[in-house]
T-cell receptor, first 111, second 116 residues
Framework: SQQGEEDPQALSIQEGENATMNCSYK?????LQWYRQNSGRGLVHLIL?????REKHSGRLRVTLDTSKKSSSLLITASRAADTASYFC???????????FGKGTLLTVNP | GAGVSQTPSNKVTEKGKYVELRCDPI?????LYWYRQSLGQGPEFLIY????????DSGLPNDRFFAVRPEGSVSTLKIQRTERGDSAVYLC??????????????FGEGSRLTVL
């Protein structure tokens, strides 16, 4: 079963625009991570935010976490065509060693 | 190698056949995971190894699926009597974190299994 649900399922924007993807989850978590997957490739870790953190930045990425709403958002600023990929949120909960992934958001950045 | 290596990258087999998928994790990583990803879905957990032992195999769909990691490094996922529904990309990941600290997972490129 999948814990997180990303929203929207698909997003198409122009190069230079910002992209925002949301993730909702159901049970309490220890941390939440975002991964990127280019078509036909493996997943690449982007950023991790712990349950006691509210916001985190890494380069053009900004992640927020609202544990009261059980939701997170990933913002990619000044998007580039190379950002075109699927983005997944993944949560780590009570077991603490297992990540549970959502279904992902397919982001298309048009040049 | 520098990353997680999975072989074969593609495997086409016939219904009922036996398949082995191999994963070579990043050197020194004690934690190893197998996930399965169907088209348009996120990865779904299959099994987790800490060292040589399977610490959690709750994601294996049935007893046709089995995985081993005899020396605490390379792992093999074995699927008996394959069915068309087994068709998916099988992803392996490793982590340097020991049990109790889930951090970043490093994924391989996956093995795409097609059962005809």
């Amino acid at each position: 079963s999948q814990q997180g649900e990303e929203d929207p399922q698909a997003l198409s924007i122009q190069e230079g625009e910002n992209a925002t993807m949301n993730c909702s989850y159901k049970t309490s978590i220890n941390n939440l991570q975002w991964y990127r997957q280019n078509s036909g490739r493996g997943l690449v870790h982007l950023i991790l935010i712990r349950s006691n953190e509210r916001e985190k930045h890494s380069g053009r990425l900004r992640v927020t976490l609202d544990t009261s709403k059980k939701s997170s958002s990933l913002l990619i600023t000044a998007s580039r065509a190379a950002d075109t990929a699927s983005y997944f949120c993944a949560t780590s909960g009570g077991s603490n060693y297992k990540l549970t992934f959502g279904k992902g958001t397919l982001l298309t950045v048009n040049p | 190698g520098a990353g997680v290596s999975q072989t074969p990258s593609n495997k086409v087999t016939e219904k009922g056949k036996y398949v082995e998928l191999r994963c070579d994790p990043i050197s020194g990583h004690t934690a190893l995971y197998w996930y399965r990803q169907s088209l348009g879905q996120g990865p779904e957990f299959l099994i987790y190894f800490q060292g040589t032992g399977a610490a959690d195999d709750s994601g294996l769909p049935n007893d046709r699926f089995f995985a081993v990691r005899p020396e605490g490094s390379v792992s093999t996922l074995k699927i008996q009597r394959t069915e068309r529904g087994d068709s998916a990309v099988y992803l392996c990941a490793s982590s340097s974190r020991d049990r109790g600290h889930t951090g970043e997972l490093f994924f391989g490129e996956g093995s795409r299994l097609t059962v005809l």
